[in-house]
């Protein structure tokens, strides 16, 4: 879903309805336009959120030895998207309410990796 999602933010309509309108993330009054660089750093989250996406699926049929790796990544990746979202939440006057929301979102999949991991096989 995420891949999708990155997908559509490549317009400026989707990405502002995606940060600004719906979820909030940034202020009511700052609507989002991509710049002239945003773009490529988009694709960028586009292909490697693709091969995240992919990778935890293909994982799925793997030993337990190897998919745990793919665990560990995935608690390592919003470990650290988390301590951004709490970076975004201390400079409170740049981002707007949304940005809680995304600690729930950071936290739950961190968390479900964490019990996977601890889980085990």
Not at 72 to 93: D, H, Q, S, W
Request: aromatic letters at 20%; a positive charge; hydrophobic letters at 50%.
């Amino acid at each position: 879903m995420g891949f999708f999602l990155l997908l559509g933010a490549m317009s400026d309509s989707f990405a502002d309805g995606l940060l600004r309108r719906w979820t909030k993330i940034i202020p009511d009054d700052t609507p989002f336009q991509h710049s002239a660089y945003s773009r490529v750093w988009l694709w960028w989250a586009v292909i490697g959120t693709g091969f995240y996406a992919a990778i935890n699926l293909v994982a799925l049929d793997w030993p337990w030895e190897y998919a745990r790796w793919v665990v560990y990544g995935n608690i390592y990746a919003y470990g650290c998207f988390e301590v951004l979202a709490i970076a975004a939440t201390i400079n409170r006057k740049r981002w707007g309410v949304g940005i809680y929301t995304t600690h729930v979102l950071w936290i739950a999949q961190g968390g479900w990796g964490v019990v996977t991991a601890l889980r085990g096989p």
